[in-house]
C-alpha cells in the first residue's frame, strides 16, 4: 500500500538538504514559503549557517589548553560565520524563493506590514515618493 499524497512539510534528510540549498518539491511551497518569510525566518537562517561552523569548531576544544587558548582559536573563526550569515541573510532568503518559484519580494513582507504606518505618515506629510521603487518600498 502506498501513499502517494504530497506530504506539506520535508522529512529529514530533506530538511538538511534544503537547510544547505537543495530545492523541495512544489507540494512544500507553502512551507517554503513560511520558512524563509515567515516570522522568525533570520533567527533560523541563521542557526542554520552556525550548526556547521560550530560543529567544525568542536575538536579544537578536545585540545589541552586553558579558556583563553580556547576563545582564541574558535571565536575568531566563528565570529565571521555569525557576522556574514546576518549581512547575507535576505540575499540567501531571496535565492531560496525564487528557487522554489515563489516571490522574493515575501522576504521584506513582514518588515512592510510592521512599518506601513511610518511609510503612510511619510506620504502624508510629503506626498508620494517618485523615481525608482526598491525592495523598501511600500
Known amino acids: 500500500m502506498s501513499n502517494d499524497t504530497p506530504r506539506a512539510r520535508p522529512n529529514f534528510w530533506e530538511y538538511i538538504g534544503y537547510c544547505y540549498g537543495r530545492r523541495l518539491p ?25 550548526i556547521p561552523a560550530f560543529l567544525i569548531m568542536i575538536p579544537f ?3 589541552p589548553t586553558t579558556l583563553d587558548v580556547h576563545l582564541s582559536m574558535t571565536l575568531p573563526i566563528l565570529i565571521p560565520f555569525v557576522a556574514f550569515s546576518h549581512a ?8 531560496m524563493l525564487a528557487k522554489h518559484r515563489l516571490d522574493p519580494g515575501l522576504v521584506d513582507k513582514l518588515s512592510r506590514e510592521k ?16 523615481g525608482p521603487s526598491s525592495s523598501h518600498d511600500i
Do not use: C, Q
Not at 507553502?30 to 522568525?40: M, P, Q, Y
Not at 547575507?88 to 535565492?95: C, D
Not at 512599518?115 to 505618515?121: D, K, M, Q, R, W
Open 115 to 130: 512599518n506601513a504606518h511610518v511609510h503612510e505618515a511619510y506620504i502624508e506629510r510629503y506626498g508620494p515618493r517618485s
Open 26 to 50: 512544489d507540494s512544500m511551497r507553502e512551507w517554503v514559503r513560511n520558512d524563509l518569510a515567515g516570522k522568525g525566518a533570520t533567527i533560523r537562517m541563521m542557526v542554520r549557517v552556525f
Open 88 to 95: 547575507l541573510n535576505k540575499v540567501w532568503r531571496r535565492h
Open 61 to 63: 576544544w578536545f585540545i
